[in-house]
């Protein structure tokens, strides 16, 4: 995991199901968001820029 990531305060999606296999959680990266699988915190984290994230979030919500 990286150093930056120890710290963020990761926000578990209210749609991840409890205990199943389908569960995601975000953190503040400062200039972005982090994303990764709840279930395997040791795993990969994805690194979204903010203007991107907003522009997914615009869409999903249209």
């Known amino acids: 995991m990286e150093p930056a990531a120890v710290s963020v305060g ?3 999606s209210s749609y991840s199901a409890n205990g ?3 569960c995601v959680a975000v953190g503040d990266a400062g200039t972005g968001v982090l994303v990764r ?3 395997d ?3 990969g984290m994805l690194v979204i ?3 991107a994230w ?3 979030l ?3 919500r249209a």
């Open 54 to 56: 907003r522009a997914l």
């Open 49 to 51: 820029p903010a203007t």
């Open 10 to 12: 990761w926000r578990k």
């Open 58 to 60: 615009a869409d999903i």
């Open 37 to 39: 699988d709840t279930t």
């Open 20 to 22: 199943g296999a389908a």
């Open 41 to 43: 915190r040791a795993g």
